[in-house]
């Protein structure tokens, strides 16, 4: 087949039907217009660059259409390649978002749309949504807007800032009751919760965790909580070797407690033996460092309703 025809192949060919095609299933709430997150048990793919490309999370699988078959079947390219022919005019269901409404491309900046935004205040829905539905405590969000990583966003969802080494503002993770995503036009660095000069650095995966092991911790002083914002970027992935280039620096890789968390410590423990510092694995008990926080918060409330016995009589009449 020559060049011309593959390509029209794979215009005519998304990721996505073949990954529907193989039993994958779209999950709405951990996906974004710009990165389509498809599962099949434990297997996860993600689908990017308007269903043209593809990527696995957990191992170095990428590329075309072509590729993503040769991933999933352990296939030659002429097989993937007449795989692909045979899906041609297969229409993969297209995913609904639930989103607030916005143009498909922001009038503004993100300097300007973050520097207009308003920060989180107590009582506010975005506060709320932090204190009771992610457990998060006044002192570490305080913390947080004192430190511009905080705005609200539509609906009571939470947005919450990346920035570059100088502290400018690059994009921002976008958490809600009803929806997650990034900022549109945005560029995943790092989420930044502490001294940048802290000898102690703890990778998460969403900012909800770096600020949920930050109040698990007490918000330790010689630690710098970070969040590459769910992926793993050459950008972030940068931006962790220039805050890693000090020797005395120990990375701490307090990612998920689950397959695609454990890829991720890896790389960071590659990272820092190529960097020359120290690294260790922090793994929270359940899938994450805000259930945990959870966990706490409501053994915390058990052990105080049991301090109060007379609370449990006044309820017998």
């Not at 033996?273 to 510092?277: K, L, R």
């Given at each position: 087949m020559e060049k011309a025809e593959l390509e029209?192949?794979?215009?005519?060919?998304?990721?996505?039907?073949?990954?529907?095609?193989?039993?994958f299933a779209l999950d709405v709430k951990e996906s974004t217009r710009k990165a389509a997150k498809y599962r099949r048990e434990a297997a996860i793919v993600i689908v990017i660059h308007a269903g043209k490309g593809w990527f696995d999370p957990v191992?170095?699988?990428?590329?075309?259409?072509?590729?993503?078959?040769?991933h999933l079947k352990g296939c030659s390219f002429v097989?993937?390649?007449?795989?692909?022919?045979?899906?041609?005019?297969?229409?993969?269901?297209?995913?609904?978002?639930?989103?607030?409404?916005?143009?498909?491309?922001?009038?503004?900046?993100?300097?300007?749309?973050?520097?207009?935004g308003r920060r989180p205040f107590r009582g506010s829905a975005t506060w709320r949504y932090l204190a009771?539905?992610?457990?998060?405590?006044?002192?570490?969000?305080?913390?947080?807007?004192?430190?511009?990583?905080?705005?609200?966003?539509p609906h009571g969802s939470m947005w919450a800032a990346h920035t570059d080494a100088g502290g400018a503002v690059t994009g921002w993770e976008e958490r809600g009751p009803d929806?997650?995503?990034?900022a549109s036009g945005g560029a995943k660095l790092l989420f930044r919760?502490?001294?940048?000069?802290?000898?102690?650095?703890?990778?998460?995966?969403?900012?909800?965790?770096?600020?949920?092991?930050?109040?698990?911790?007490?918000?330790?002083?010689?630690?710098?909580?970070?969040?590459?914002?769910?992926?793993?970027s050459p950008a972030s992935d940068a931006a962790i070797r220039v805050l890693a280039s000090n020797t005395q620096v120990k990375l701490v890789a307090a990612t998920d407690n689950n397959r695609q968390g454990d890829v991720y410590a890896d790389r960071l423990f590659a990272l820092a033996?190529?960097?020359?510092?120290c690294a260790e694995r922090l793994r929270p008990v359940a899938d994450d460092w805000n259930a945990d926080l959870k966990m706490r918060t409501e053994e915390?409330?058990?052990?105080?309703?049991?301090?109060?016995p007379h609370a449990r009589r006044s309820r017998q009449g």
């Open positions: 029209e192949l794979k215009d005519k060919v998304p990721c996505a039907a073949v990954l529907e095609h193989e039993g191992s170095e699988g990428k590329g075309d259409v072509f590729k993503l078959v040769e097989e993937a390649m007449d795989a692909v022919a045979a899906l041609v005019g297969f229409v993969p269901s297209a995913p609904v978002w639930h989103h607030a409404t916005r143009g498909n491309k922001p009038d503004r900046s993100v300097t300007e749309r973050w520097q207009s009771e539905a992610r457990h998060l405590p006044g002192p570490v969000i305080r913390t947080a807007i004192s430190a511009n990583l905080l705005r609200e966003g929806w997650r995503g990034f919760l502490g001294r940048s000069d802290a000898p102690r650095l703890c990778v998460t995966e969403a900012a909800i965790d770096a600020m949920s092991l930050s109040a698990l911790e007490d918000l330790r002083a010689d630690t710098l909580y970070l969040s590459t914002g769910g992926g793993w033996t190529e960097s020359g510092c915390g409330e058990k052990q105080e309703a049991n301090r109060v």
